[in-house]
């Protein structure tokens, strides 16, 4: 069964960093694609970054470009993201998802989500 | 980016009775692999989202066979043949087919 599980949410102030994690089980980590996507609580879903299975494709959303960087650590089983310059319009629930083989199809399964409130 | 119209915002259903969302793209969705990458995601309340059916379709594991997808191009559907309780929550869909990936706003399922 596939199980993404995020930490490193919390209450950050604006222009401030935040690092995401998300530990994966259940499946072969390195045959797949990963991606963060975030909700605004009570809104819609917005994919925010995606990474192939082995970082040599990375892609953003245009809203969080040069601020966030997405990684991940194969032999560890792990998928990060880094939040600089923190914005309130960051607010959102942010999800680890796993996608396919192929980056740009978007995911498939979702971790439970980790709220990032960012406010003074 | 792809813009993807879902209609309607809300739909109230009565239990046992048929269900269906639209999901319209601005471009047509249909690959030069010969693919549609359109999928349908659940989100119950408080939770988070579960994939339905991909490529137009395709039901994803352990969903029952009461949800079906169909279309094609720019014009897709999400049927529920007999709505359960369980089946309230919102519905998105999200195409893979244009880079970046981009979802519907959702259609919100309640029963009557």
């Known amino acids: 069964e596939v199980r993404l599980v995020e930490s490193g949410g919390g209450l950050v102030q604006p222009g401030r960093s935040l690092r995401l994690s998300c530990a994966a089980s259940?499946?072969?980590?390195?045959?797949?694609?990963m991606h963060w996507v975030r909700q605004v609580p009570g809104k819609g879903l917005e994919w925010v970054s995606g990474i192939t299975w082995n970082s040599g494709t990375i892609g953003y959303v245009d809203s969080v470009k040069g601020r966030f960087t997405i990684s991940r650590d194969n032999a560890n089983n792990s998928l990060y993201l880094q939040m600089n310059g923190l914005r309130p319009e960051d607010t959102a629930i942010y999800y680890c998802?796993?996608?396919?083989?192929?980056?740009?199809?978007?995911?498939?399964?979702w971790g439970q989500g980790a709220l990032v409130t960012v406010s003074s | 980016d792809i813009v993807m119209t879902q209609s309607p915002l809300s739909l109230p259903v009565t239990l046992g009775q048929p269900a269906s969302i639209s999901c319209r793209s601005a471009?047509?969705?249909?690959?030069?692999?010969?693919?549609?990458?359109l999928s349908w995601f659940q989100q119950r309340p408080g939770r988070s989202p579960r994939r339905l059916i991909y490529k137009v379709s395709n039901r994803g594991s352990g969903v029952p066979d009461r949800f079906s997808g169909s279309g094609s191009g720019t014009d897709f559907t999400l049927r529920i043949s007999r709505v359960e309780a369980e089946d309230v929550g919102m519905y998105y869909c999200m195409q893979g087919t244009h880079w970046p990936v981009t979802f519907g706003g959702g259609t919100k399922v309640e029963i009557k």
């Open positions: 259940g499946f072969t980590f390195d045959d797949f694609a």
């Open positions: 998802a796993k996608g396919g083989p192929v980056m740009v199809r978007g995911p498939v399964n």
């Open positions: 471009h047509s969705l249909a690959h030069s692999d010969g693919n549609t990458y």
